[in-house]
């Protein structure tokens, strides 16, 4: 994976796409963020489970989609391909108007701690496919997470992080993401079978 931009500047980059003309859809942002698609996408699809907060089933919306692109990472799609009803999804005036801001003043604080490292590892040959496999295993997570228990925020958060490390070139960042989604998925499997033992006992 080339990586032309400057890390530095992405969050700069966002802003001027959220405030241009063109058209607020999925397949804008693909085309935005061209070569770093799959992470641009991956981060934006995952940044709302990521909060903490009761978000209802739409957040199963955007983890359906972003477990799409994972795969497509696994397979090896150089590009992502998405279907004609999903990337012409429009990002309403509330995720527009609240949810990106929100998310690059947090873009931003990470690009001020960090700094390009261990470069090497995202030009490995199967970064990619090991990547999405990762991924993938926190989309899941958080999609089968119990319904308002907030299980579903650190696997989230993992791919968001994740997303941001190779948006920035940041081998660090990588790792932490890594262990923060490893960290929600046993927490999720441990914590969700005493919650659904505990539902069953009561019926």
Do not use: Y
Not at 22 to 49: C, H, R
Not at 64 to 89: N, Q, R, Y
Not at 134 to 161: H, K, M, N, R
């Amino acid at each position: 994976m080339k990586h032309p931009k400057s890390p530095e500047k992405f969050s700069t980059e966002l802003e001027t796409w959220l405030h241009s003309r063109k058209s607020k859809t999925l397949a804008s942002l693909v085309e935005f963020s061209e070569d770093k698609s799959f992470a641009v996408t991956l981060l934006i699809l995952m940044f709302l489970p990521a909060l903490p907060l009761p978000t209802g089933g739409i957040t199963h919306v955007f983890e359906v989609i972003a477990a799409l692109v994972a795969v497509e990472m696994i397979i090896g799609l150089k590009t992502i391909w998405l279907p004609k009803s999903v990337s012409s999804i429009k990002l309403g005036k509330t995720f527009q108007g609240k949810v990106i801001p929100s998310m690059m003043k947090r873009i931003q604080w990470l690009e001020q701690r960090s700094s390009p490292r261990s470069k090497w590892i995202f030009n490995l040959p199967l970064f990619n496919q090991a990547v999405g496999l990762i991924c993938l295993v926190f989309i899941v997570t958080a999609f089968f997470s119990p319904p308002f228990s907030g299980l579903d925020t650190l696997p989230s958060l993992g791919v968001v992080v994740i997303a941001l490390a190779i948006i920035l070139d940041d081998a660090v960042v990588l790792v932490a993401g890594t262990i923060i989604g490893t960290l929600g998925v046993v927490l999720s499997v441990g914590l969700g079978e005493i919650i659904v033992r505990f539902i069953k006992h009561l019926l």
